[in-house]
């Protein structure tokens, strides 16, 4: 325990992000990471990772799309079957849902299986899972931006599956002073905190992790065929921080 208050330099002062020069946690005495800043733990525990993009919907399209045709098209192929019968067995066995608003303080492995259980019940299906799985792997695969990591890959494919859930609504009528009504809603998403996203991951991860990796080269193979390379793959292309590097010194 000596390491966490001495003050011998075996930390960076500065964030080791590139662009980023705040003093990284450990020379702002906060905490504990010797290598970044406040901001930049706190975006990798959000995001799986201190400096890549989120994964937008509108970039995993054509991959999803790909994906789903692929698990459509081999729905008997034993290791998919298999796979997706896991997925349902994890739809099905997350139990009834609890209201938004009461799981709160509960521990994060609740809210995960919460999270799962609200995606069953808004009809989500295994084949989904799977295909946001494989989806979400071959984008980052593609993309020269992206961070080539697990972490990254798997809170990424957690928020995509939690985007698909559709949160607690109430609708009702409130009354006015003269006497009518008017329609009222109020719309709870539950918040998807990094610790949660990481053990949805985590499951996912364990159940699909065979189809995709098997699966991963024929699925990016086939998007580009049917949809084009992806634009970091594309002659020209530079990366992000080198168009960052230049928007700054123009
Ligand atoms: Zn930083």
């Known amino acids: 325990m000596a390491r966490i208050t001495s003050d011998a330099e075996d930390h960076f002062a500065k964030c080791t992000i590139p662009g980023c020069g705040r003093p990284t946690r450990r020379a702002a005495k906060l905490g504990l990471s010797a290598t970044m800043c406040t901001y930049h733990v706190q975006r990798a525990a959000r995001f799986g990772s201190p400096w890549a993009e989120t994964v937008r919907a509108t970039d ?121 009504t008017v329609p009222a809603a109020l719309h709870v998403y539950p918040k998807s905190s990094g610790r949660v996203l990481r053990l949805m991951g985590e499951e996912l991860e364990a159940i699909c992790g065979t189809v995709t990796g098997r699966d991963l080269e024929a699925v990016r193979q086939l998007k580009r065929e049917k949809h084009g390379p992806h634009p970091s793959q594309l002659p020209g292309w530079r990366p992000r921080w080198q168009r960052e590097r230049d928007a700054r010194s123009a």
């Open 60 to 180: 995993l399209k054509p991959y999803l799309a790909t994906a789903t045709r692929w698990i459509a098209d081999r729905r008997e192929e034993p290791f998919i079957a298999h796979t997706l019968l896991c997925l349902g067995g994890l739809l099905w066995g997350a139990g009834p849902t609890e209201s938004s608003t009461n799981i709160k303080r509960r521990s994060a492995s609740y809210r995960a299986r919460m999270a799962f259980a609200r995606l069953r019940d808004a009809d989500v299906k295994p084949e989904r899972l799977l295909a946001l799985h494989l989806a979400t792997a071959a984008l980052i695969a593609d993309d020269r931006d992206s961070h080539q990591v697990r972490e990254f890959r798997i809170v990424q494919t957690a928020k995509a599956a939690h985007r698909l859930s559709s949160g607690t609504h109430w609708r009702w009528d409130a009354p006015l002073p003269n006497g009518d």
